[in-house]
T-cell receptor, first 114, second 112 residues
Framework: AQSVAQPEDQVNVAEGNPLTVKCTYS??????LFWYVQYPNRGLQFLLK??????LVKGSYGFEAEFNKSQTSFHLKKPSALVSDSALYFC????????????FGAGTQVVVTP | DAGITQSPRYKITETGRQVTLMCHQT?????MFWYRQDLGHGLRLIYY???????DKGEVPDGYVVSRSKTENFPLTLESATRSQTSVYFC???????????FGPGTRLTVL
């Protein structure tokens, strides 16, 4: 069985401040982890992924995420948030034992204020 | 144009009617997925497919049927629509099961 949790429904941050969106997961095998972003009335867009290799993953738009196996976490970070980063962010996981069964978190709304 | 498209974009139907949502991708991606998005639940996987004629159930498959006779198409059918199937439906495709998914624009379905 696999699961993913995004513990915060909403994250508020001032422009220019660091942004962190939390994600924790549970899988029986090895995790394949993804972050997506959704702007209003749009489909999801890929930001970054962790499959194997370096624990720090760099992605689109200045975002990065750190895979922490001991804490089963994959938090999304950005050093300096922009107002345009305001959107809905989703973490997704797939167990390496499951060929296509992805599970998405409930989403975290990020609000960046000027 | 290349990409992934969904049709219709908006649909209103009545309880008990059959509805088919279409999904088409031009990349020849092997994998295709159907999700529904509801407030508080994020995206939930309905069905997925690894290739033509290979499909499997996701987290919430009850009341839905899929087929994939051609690589580029992955229609989703609600056999007898219920109000609980009111949702926004997203189709996605990916080159492999470890590649990123590309999402369509979504279909907003309302069942009265």
């Amino acid at each position: 069985a696999q699961s993913v949790a995004q513990p915060e429904d909403q994250v508020n941050v001032a422009e220019g401040n660091p942004l962190t969106v939390k994600c924790t997961y549970s899988v029986s095998g090895n995790p394949y982890l993804f972050w997506y972003v959704q702007y209003p009335n749009r489909g999801l867009q890929f930001l970054l992924k962790y499959i194997t290799g370096d624990n720090l993953v760099k992605g689109s738009y200045g975002f990065e995420a750190e895979f922490n196996k001991s804490q089963t976490s994959f938090h999304l970070k950005k050093p300096s948030a922009l107002v345009s980063d305001s959107a809905l962010y989703f973490c997704a996981v797939r167990d390496s034992d499951s060929w296509g069964k992805f599970q998405f978190g409930a989403g975290t709304q990020v609000v960046v204020t000027p | 144009d290349a990409g992934i498209t969904q049709s219709p974009r908006y649909k209103i139907t009545e309880t008990g009617r059959q509805v088919t949502l279409m999904c088409h991708q031009t990349w020849s991606h092997s994998y295709m997925f159907w999700y529904r998005q509801d407030l508080g639940h994020g995206l939930r996987l309905i069905y997925y497919s690894a290739a033509a004629d290979i499909t499997d159930k996701g987290e919430v498959p009850d009341g839905y049927v899929v087929s994939r006779s051609k690589t580029e198409n992955f229609p989703l059918t609600l056999e007898s629509a219920t109000r609980s199937q009111t949702s926004v439906y997203f189709c996605a495709s990916s080159e492999s099961s470890i590649n990123e998914q590309f999402f369509g624009p979504g279909t907003r379905l309302t069942v009265l």
